[in-house]
């Protein structure tokens, strides 16, 4: 469970720095397809030099490849027109929760009282920390919050059976689904311009979504995926502070009070786990 704990909070703090890049950006869409691109082009190379991964692993990849396009398409918009210390919070926040819930139902992950009481603890702090956020990116990150539950919970029980060789084939669907998108909704030519300016941040930022997931999914194979996902939300501290920090985003005493309650139920849940 140590080693879990670890994987999870190193995860955290990768996201919450690859969000931060890409709610910064001028083109919040390309920036994220122009990272899982380029994680997509590492994950190949990885996978051609490895080549153990079972035919078998690639569909629940193609269905979190799928599941990536409205994805990346609402938090897109969500950061377009929200605040990062809102959505952001938002999105994980319910995403860990519905992942904690799919992994009882669909995974038989077992929880004790006071795991839930934590979890519970921590969603609760999310909401205080997302209150007073406009309608439109609210249901926009509720939208990503959705995506992450399905996509945590099916590679949860992919890497499970295929290793964790498996998050690389994620990337690489996830690449190719994005990209997809992105030509069939007119954007190729826009993102063939963004790579050669920008290639050396998309490097960066790709890279760091790589590691980060594959952190959660070294993480899911020693734990149960509620914990896992309750305990990579702590990124959404790092997201409050970074958020009023660098993008003078407001109500920060109230978003610092609501990061109390969220670590409060974090440290329940490791010492509950």
């Given at each position: 469970?140590?080693?879990?704990?670890?994987?999870?909070?190193?995860?955290?703090?990768?996201?919450?720095?690859?969000?931060?890049?890409?709610?910064?950006?001028?083109?919040?869409?390309?920036?994220?397809?122009?990272?899982?691109?380029?994680?997509?082009?590492?994950?190949?190379?990885?996978?051609?030099?490895?080549?153990?991964?079972?035919?078998?692993?690639?569909?629940?990849?193609?269905?979190?490849?799928?599941?990536?396009?409205?994805?990346?398409?609402?938090?897109?918009?969500?950061?377009?027109?929200?605040?990062?210390?809102?959505?952001?919070?938002?999105?994980?926040?319910?995403?860990?929760?519905?992942?904690?819930?799919?992994?009882?139902?669909?995974?038989?992950?077992?929880?004790?009282?006071?795991?839930?009481?934590?979890?519970?603890?921590?969603?609760?702090?999310?909401?205080?920390?997302?209150?007073?956020?406009?309608?439109?990116?609210?249901?926009?990150?509720?939208?990503?919050?959705?995506?992450?539950?399905?996509?945590?919970?099916?590679?949860?029980?992919?890497?499970?059976?295929?290793?964790?060789?498996?998050?690389?084939?994620?990337?690489?669907?996830?690449?190719?689904?994005?990209?997809?998108?992105?030509?069939?909704?007119?954007?190729?030519?826009?993102?063939?311009?963004?790579?050669?300016?920008?290639?050396?941040?998309?490097?960066?930022?790709?890279?760091?979504?790589?590691?980060?997931?594959?952190?959660?999914?070294?993480?899911?194979?020693?734990?149960?995926?509620?914990?896992?996902?309750?305990?990579?939300?702590?990124?959404?501290?790092?997201?409050?502070?970074?958020?009023t920090r660098y993008l003078a985003e407001s109500r920060a005493r109230r978003r610092t009070v609501a990061?109390?309650?969220?670590?409060?139920?974090?440290?329940?849940?490791?010492?509950?786990?």
């Open positions: 469970m140590v080693v879990a704990t670890g994987l999870a909070l190193a995860a955290a703090a990768l996201h919450a720095a690859w969000n931060l890049t890409a709610k910064r950006s001028a083109d919040r869409f390309l920036a994220l397809w122009g990272q899982f691109a380029v994680a997509a082009a590492i994950s190949a190379i990885v996978l051609v030099l490895i080549g153990d991964l079972p035919a078998a692993a690639w569909w629940p990849a193609v269905v979190t490849g799928g599941v990536h396009v409205p994805y990346t398409a609402c938090l897109a918009w969500a950061y377009d027109r929200g605040d990062f210390s809102v959505a952001y919070p938002i999105a994980r926040g319910s995403g860990a929760v519905l992942s904690a819930v799919g992994g009882v139902i669909l995974l038989d992950d077992h929880v004790g009282p006071w795991t839930v009481i934590a979890i519970a603890i921590v969603a609760g702090g999310m909401v205080l920390l997302a209150a007073g956020a406009q309608p439109g990116p609210a249901a926009m990150a509720l939208a990503v919050g959705l995506a992450i539950g399905v996509y945590t919970v099916n590679d949860s029980d992919a890497v499970r059976q295929h290793g964790p060789t498996y998050a690389f084939a994620v990337f690489v669907m996830i690449g190719l689904s994005t990209t997809a998108f992105g030509v069939l909704t007119g954007r190729g030519t826009a993102m063939v311009t963004s790579m050669r300016v920008d290639w050396s941040r998309y490097g960066m930022t790709g890279t760091m979504a790589a590691a980060s997931y594959a952190l959660v999914l070294l993480a899911v194979r020693r734990a149960p995926v509620g914990y896992v996902a309750a305990l990579r939300e702590s990124s959404v501290l790092i997201a409050a502070v970074l958020g990061a109390a309650v969220i670590l409060a139920g974090l440290v329940l849940l490791v010492a509950t786990s």
